[in-house]
């Protein structure tokens, strides 16, 4: 656990950077800190191995005091994963990598087997390993940032605005896979940003800063989309928070119906009262849609409309079927098991009337 007591920063000049902070970042779990700019986020994230020393309060790890360790050994307990990657430009890709076991005076055999393992984790190919940054796309090079904090596997990861500088397509694939490998890996991971989706996401607890280095509120994401503190929180999550706080929403308890699904081999005269049909082949898996009165006979013949989206019952949340009822030609939400076969419709109705378990337990 990671442990800000009562942490203030002034700078030179008299910038009060952190104000009185007090929080924990949990151990094994990933806490963002997240706010507007100059909020005093970086000089928190910093404030934990020492490149910045608190004017006042203290930072402990684990109950000790972090200015009990000299900074040199601290930082190699940390990964830091910084914006742009910040990987050194004539070194290449696997010495990149092996920076910190280098340091360690591993093996240079080791180091490099080290480095080959943690690409093939962070997803990039071992044909790399021989290249320079410059011959990485922005993304690869961010991974390999990845790969060099965790290579002597330390137990905290400080992570600075780590996917800020990739397009959004890259950035989901970077935080998805982020995400993985925090499942398998179970690090103590402080992670700034200042995109409030991003911190939704990613974190398991969010700590919002406000310009001056004040703590407004430490949450979970569901307890801060439905419970902000003040109004800058709730001007900082802005006007979609009713929508993202079903993304919290499971969809494993909702009631599906079977009223529209019909098999390929049903008689297209048996439809009666209905406005849309869903074909679904022999295994059940939904080939598109059809409205009565379009063809006589098997509905094999009907003229088909894409299925579009579907969710995963009970993987997905509630905001993914939301938006696949939105996209449907029907208006209704397919919902599909593990293998694709479809479990049963949904109305958008029936799943805004889903418990959100938004005014349950806060994190907080
Ligand atoms: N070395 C420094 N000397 C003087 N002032 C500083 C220094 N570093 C940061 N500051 C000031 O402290 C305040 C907090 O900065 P910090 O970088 O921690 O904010 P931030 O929330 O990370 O912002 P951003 O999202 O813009 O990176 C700002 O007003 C900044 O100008």
Redesign the pocket.
């Known amino acids: 656990m990671i442990t800000f007591e009562g942490v203030t920063k002034r700078?030179?000049?008299g910038?009060v950077?952190l104000d009185d902070v007090s929080l924990d970042c949990p151990t094994g779990r990933i806490t963002v800190f997240v706010?507007t700019?100059?909020?005093?986020?970086?000089?928190a994230l910093r404030a934990i191995n020492r490149m910045v020393d608190p004017t006042s309060g203290r930072v402990l790890i684990d109950g000790r005091d972090v200015r009990e360790h000299k900074p040199a050994e601290l930082r190699r307990g940390m990964g830091y994963v910084i914006q742009h990657a910040g990987l050194f430009p004539h070194r290449t890709i696997e010495d990149n990598i092996a920076t910190v076991p280098y340091l360690l005076r591993w093996s240079k055999k080791k180091a490099r087997a080290r480095a080959l393992e943690l690409m093939e984790r962070v997803g990039l190919d071992a044909s790399m390993a021989k290249r320079y940054p410059f011959q990485l796309s922005g993304g690869q090079q961010q991974r390999v940032g990845v790969a060099r904090a965790l290579a002597a596997d330390p137990p905290i990861m400080l992570m600075d605005e780590p996917f800020s500088a990739v397009d959004p397509v890259v950035r989901a694939e970077l935080q998805d896979e982020f995400l993985r490998l925090q499942d398998e890996l179970h690090k103590t991971i402080v992670f700034?940003t200042?995109d409030i989706d991003e911190a939704i996401k990613l974190g398991d607890r969010i700590a919002v800063?406000q310009t001056g280095?004040k703590l407004v509120q430490v949450d979970s994401p569901e307890h801060l989309l439905a419970h902000p503190a003040d109004d800058f929180v709730a001007g900082f999550i802005g006007q979609n928070r009713g929508i993202r706080t079903l993304s919290f929403a499971a969809t494993d308890e909702l009631r599906l119906s079977d009223d529209a699904v019909r098999p390929a081999t049903a008689d297209a005269a048996d439809l009666d009262g209905l406005d849309w049909v869903l074909v679904v082949d022999d295994d059940r898996r939904p080939v598109g849609w059809t409205r009565p009165g379009q063809v006589d006979g098997p509905l094999s013949e009907a003229p088909l409309t894409p299925v579009g989206p579907t969710f995963r019952v009970g993987a997905d949340s509630v905001r993914v079927a939301l938006d696949a009822a939105v996209l449907s030609p029907s208006g209704l939400a397919v919902g599909v098991d593990d293998v694709g076969a479809v479990v049963g419709t949904a109305a958008g109705s029936d799943l805004l009337a889903v418990p959100t378990h938004a005014d349950g337990e806060g994190g907080g």
Do not use: L, N
Not at 37 to 43: E, H, Y
């Open positions: 700078y030179p000049g910038t950077a706010g700019s100059g909020g005093g986020k970086t000089t700034v200042h800063f280095g």
